[in-house]
């Protein structure tokens, strides 16, 4: 098929770019635009790893046609921190040792992100539950439990 102008917001920056109509998001963020912090991983959506936020709400950039996204705002990793300074959630992943080999890390933030954004004040029920679309094969999950619940304090405080 022919490739087709599809307008994006990513990390607040419009991009107007002409892409296939069966790419993925995640393709079209890492092989378009160059913006490789979403990772892909597993391709069927089982993993989480390749979690952005679309309009606010977490999506399976894998699974997620492009084209689907257009004239939204999406946000990576990359767009987390704001002015070199890291975002709360990328601070508390870093101090409660929540990243190892940090494959899983930008999609366990942003699934992070979405969570906070509409609970600011979870248990660590809800913390799993949020999270529970997101695998780690290094962590073992109670420093990432840890790091939100850190973050959701810390954010209660004025932090972002």
Avoid: W
Avoid at 110 to 129: G, I, M
């Amino acid at each position: 098929m022919a490739e087709q102008m599809v307008k994006f917001m990513v990390n607040g920056r419009s991009y107007e770019i002409p892409i296939e109509p069966h790419m993925t998001l995640v393709e079209v963020l890492r092989d378009k635009l160059d913006i490789t912090g979403t990772k892909l991983s597993c391709g069927a959506g089982e993993c989480g790893a390749c979690t952005v936020l679309i309009d606010g709400k977490p999506a399976l950039s894998c699974l997620t046609l492009a084209m689907t996204a257009r004239e939204k705002s999406i946000l990576t990793i990359e767009g987390l921190a704001e002015g070199g300074n890291l975002h709360p959630i990328q601070k508390a992943f870093i101090e409660h040792g929540a990243i190892q080999c940090g494959f899983c890390t930008p999609g366990m933030i942003l699934a992070t992100k979405a969570l906070l954004d509409e609970n600011p004040n979870p248990n660590r029920e809800e913390v799993k539950k949020a999270l529970a679309g997101n695998l780690c094969r290094c962590t073992g999950y109670v420093k990432i439990v840890d790091a939100v619940l850190a973050a959701a304090e810390e954010m209660g405080k004025g932090g972002s």
